[in-house]
């Protein structure tokens, strides 16, 4: 049974979502009613999708359907739901997320690092899909990486450039995200709308000399200068509010790693990464980072 219902925002800067974390972890009339209870208090269903083979493989034996085919059977998808990875999908399921004008998130730095493969990013924009951007896990921290990595992956896969337009990019990284986040009011500059942005300072190795345009395939995290969020300046000159943010992780990873420097969690991601299972319940994920 879902809980009290709680406002869905918490001031500026945070906002209250519905999550399952996979159709091989929810039963099916579960999900139905998960994201029924998101669509009716108009809050954002975010589910992980088509990750792996064997996600598919399970499921298929199980219920019969792809997992896109059993998301759509329970009402799972539409505009307010967020599919995370969706890498491995059949045309019906390209043409279904289309259909019904589904969000795809992907994470290229993750499928990369685990294997998981690359996903149909351009068929899915081509079918009406709308694509937005998150890091999953956090190996690589980058959202650079992360916009450049949807086009270098087409690449790949196409044998084609330019996939998809520098402002194409863009609007992955910003408008989607947000209305993946649901939050419509963000991701763009414009009087009444939240007042989150960078700035990308142009004077290192990798920017100097760089059009506009040019930002997203030669930046990283580390030309970001300023970071205004909710109209609260929180990186300043490169430098954020609370301190030296490397200092500050160490000491915090510090705190709960054991004396002998294991790491149990980091043992199980090697394992799987291998190819054993696929997602992970205990992964730390996350859509979008602001």
């Known amino acids: 049974m879902i809980g009290p219902v709680l406002p869905d925002r918490f001031g500026p800067v945070q906002a209250l979502g519905l999550a399952a ?73 390209i043409a279904t997320l289309g259909r019904t004008e589904t969000i795809a998130c992907f994470c290229p730095t993750t499928e990369r690092d685990l294997a998981d493969g690359i996903g149909p990013a351009r068929a899915l924009v081509d ?32 044998g084609q450039r330019g996939r998809f337009s520098p402002a194409a990019l863009v609007e992955m990284a910003t408008d989607a995200g947000y209305r993946s986040l649901g939050w ?16 990308v300072g142009l004077g290192s190795a990798r920017t100097a000399g760089c059009l506009p345009e040019q930002i997203l395939y030669a930046a990283t995290a580390a030309d970001v200068t300023t970071v205004v969020v909710g109209g609260e300046t929180v990186v300043s000159e490169g430098k954020h509010r609370l301190g030296d943010v490397g200092a500050l992780l160490r000491e915090a990873i510090a705190a709960v790693t054991p004396a002998d420097g294991g790491h149990d969690g980091a043992k199980g991601e090697t394992s799987e990464a291998g190819g054993a299972d696929g997602d992970r319940a205990d992964r730390p994920g996350s859509v979008d980072q602001r």
């Open 21 to 93: 974390h996979s159709v091989r972890a929810v039963p099916a009339g579960a999900l139905g009613a998960v994201a029924a209870f998101a669509r009716e208090h108009g809050q954002p269903f975010h589910i992980h999708l088509s990750e792996q083979p064997a996600e598919n493989a399970a499921c298929e034996a199980h219920y019969g359907r792809t997992p896109t085919a059993l998301l759509d059977a329970e009402s799972g998808l539409g505009p307010d739901t967020t599919v995370v990875h969706a890498t491995h999908l059949t045309a019906a399921d």
């Open 127 to 158: 079918a009406s899909a709308r694509l937005t951007l998150g890091s999953d896990q956090h190996a690589v921290v980058d959202p650079f990486e992360e916009i450049r990595g949807v086009e270098s992956h087409e690449r790949l896969t196409s």
């Open 184 to 199: 419509p009011d963000g991701g763009r500059l414009d009087v009444g709308a939240l007042a989150d942005f960078v700035t």
